[in-house]
Nanobody, 121 residues
Framework: QVQLVESGGGLVQPGRSLRLSCAASGIIFSITDMGWYRQAPGKQRELVAGITKGGSTNYADNVKGRFTISRDNAKNTVYLQMNSLEPEDTAVYYC???????????????WGQGTQVTVSS
């Protein structure tokens, strides 16, 4: 089994920064894509940013230029640096990872439990 544990959320004023981390642990042979999603109250979960094992990234239009996704493959960890935060960024942030548990396993997607980010003055 694979567990994803997020950290780094909290309450922050508009214009400030936060850095989220998500560490994967358990039976892991290889992790391909990793990403961050968010879900605000009354809204659907949406992709914020994604990153491949080779480091290629993609971002939602409303976070481009403000958020940066990165990963440390040796630590099975993905990060989300969030700058110039806006009240509209308030949401529960979830990380996910596409994992091969063993050399012979099928690719499976795992989710973290979520971390709350609140942007408010």
């Amino acid at each position: 089994q694979v567990q994803l544990v997020e950290s780094g959320g909290g309450l922050v004023q508009p214009g400030r920064s936060l850095r989220l981390s998500c560490a994967a642990s358990g039976i892991i042979f290889s992790i391909t894509d990793m990403g961050w999603y968010r879900q605000a109250p009354g809204k659907q979960r949406e992709l914020v940013a994604g990153i491949t094992k080779g480091g290629s990234t993609n971002y939602a239009d409303n976070v481009k230029g403000r958020f940066t996704i990165s990963r440390d493959n040796a630590k099975n960890t993905v990060y989300l640096q969030m700058n110039s935060l806006e009240p509209e960024d308030t949401a529960v942030y979830y990380c996910n990872a596409d994992v091969y548990a063993t050399r012979w396993s099928i690719l499976s997607k795992y989710w973290g439990q979520g971390t709350q980010v609140t942007v408010s003055s």
